[in-house]
Structures are given as structure tokens and as C-alpha cells.
Nanobody
Framework: QVQVVQSGGGLVQAGGSLRLSCAASGRTGYHMAWFRQAPGKERDFVAAISGSGVSTDYTDSVKGRFTVSRDNAKNTVYLQMNSLKPEDTAVYYC????????????????????WGQGTQVTVSS
């Protein structure tokens, strides 16, 4: 049974920073991603990192502000969020998948089998 456990998040003022962490149990090499869901909206892709950690992908609205990274020795993925804006406020979810090619694009939530519990990020103006 694969478990995906998130930590981090909280309340920060606009322009501030937060870091989210996500640990996946079981095998190594999952492609991992972060999604977010604001109240009344769909769950949207934020960022992803390949199983090797070599490749990353970001949605346009967070490019240059967010950085996804991983420590495979710890089977942990991080999302460093800088220059936060009120529109970044959402519940953030970590997700893991295995068996898909990175190069097909993994922005759809349907590709991900394992999900974390979600963590609230609130950015005040």
C-alpha cells in the first residue's frame, strides 16, 4: 500500500514564502506532482517532477516563483513557493504516479494514482 503524506503549508502574507513537503512510501522513482484546488474551483495542475528529478514542469502562473525538487534518498518531494500571491490560496495536493512516460505530459490529475491528504495554503493581501 502506497502512502503519500504531506506537510507544510499555513498562512503567509503576500510576497512571503512557504515550503510544502510530500513523502511517498514504497518504491522509488514515482513521477510526482502538485495540484491545488481553490474553493468552488476545479483541481488544477501546479508543478511536476520526473522520477529521476531531472525534468520539471510548471503551470505558467507559478513559473519563476515556485520550485519543485526531490530527494530520492528520502523519497520526498518539495514545493518551494516564493513571492506568494493571494490567488495562490488553495488546498494543495501531492500526487504520485508510476508507469507513464514523462514525455507524454503528466498535467492531468487522472494520471495520478496516489494522493496526499491535502494541505491549506492561505496568502493574505
Amino acid at each position: 500500500q502506497v502512502q503519500v503524506v504531506q506537510s507544510g503549508g499555513g498562512l503567509v502574507q503576500a510576497g512571503g514564502s512557504l515550503r510544502l513537503s510530500c513523502a511517498a512510501s514504497g518504491r522509488t522513482g514515482y513521477h510526482m506532482a502538485w495540484f491545488r484546488q481553490a474553493p468552488g474551483k476545479e483541481r488544477d495542475f501546479v508543478a511536476a517532477i520526473s522520477g529521476s528529478g531531472v525534468s520539471t514542469d510548471y503551470t505558467d502562473s507559478v513559473k519563476g516563483r515556485f520550485t519543485v525538487s526531490r530527494d530520492n534518498a528520502k523519497n520526498t518531494v518539495y514545493l518551494q513557493m516564493n513571492s506568494l500571491k493571494p490567488e495562490d490560496t488553495a488546498v494543495y495536493y501531492c500526487a504520485a504516479t508510476y508507469g507513464y512516460s514523462w514525455w507524454q505530459g503528466l498535467r492531468l490529475s487522472d494520471y495520478y494514482t496516489y494522493w496526499g491528504q491535502g494541505t491549506q495554503v492561505t496568502v493574505s493581501s
